[in-house]
């Protein structure tokens, strides 16, 4: 963008990404930077934007003497990193990042800074995720078996990110139709929008309810509808949770642990080309991740809570 903001001391929200968790600034009256991907899937899943500024990775808004700098996180389409420059400091703000290639998103990739703001989601030396190959191979081949047993292949994911993985994955490796509940559908359209191609089906139309009835498709619905009654469906979920938790947890057969997150070795890369001198974790493992931060990579490093969010300066 590079543009000069002029003085003034408003308060401006940059938005990292679309999923519910990120996106409170957007119904505030002050001035909203986002992707323009995170405003269209927003908008796709019912939200309201009231005042917004697109910005483009690698753009830069200037606000008095501070710059803020946007970059890839890799963690669902338009995902954004943050990096802050004040004249002292400069602070890296990693929201939800995904460090691994996968068939929608880019790897992100960490820049220098001196004080590292970065989710922990996975931040625990149990989360090692398998290579995405493999996960793909793995997810490919349970689908094939299903079909060829007569089964329907129903997966849950989330709505936003991982649901167009999926698509992208069947329609990239076999010529099964995929059908995908309506609330999916309308953030698949935004992917299509901005690039990704999706070949897929919404569930509501007539074509779709046919594929589901005749088992003739994969189904790929929202993890929050884990009770819809499907006729000879085999169900599948995807969340790096799998490696944790028996699939009984999610009262069904298969999961697989694809992630829209960074594993431990992936945060633990991410930290060391960051190379901060210091780093506040927050979600997920935060203190024992902040505990490691500090023990093992020697680098000063506390879990954020909810009260320290309040003044840039309680950081520096
Ligand atoms: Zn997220």
Redesign the pocket.
Known sequence: MDSREGKSLTTRNFIS?A?S??VAGFESKTVNYSTIETKEIYLARGGNVLDFKALKFGDTVYLDDIEVSAYNAG??LG?TQYKIQTPETSILYS??INCVDTLTTKAAKASSCDVLILEATYGHPFYVFPEREDLYLDIVKWVLKQVQNKRSPVFQAYSA?KAQEIVKLLNTFTEIPVVTHPTIAKVNKVYMKYGISLDFINSKNEEGKELIRKHQCVYVIPTSRSSMQIENACWAIVTGWALKFKTATYGIKTAFPLS??ADFIQLKNYVEEASPRKVYTVHGYKEEFAKFIHEKLGINAKPLTPLHQRRLADYL
């Open positions: 990404h999923h968790d990120h963690h669902i995902s929201g939800d990110g829209s997150h």
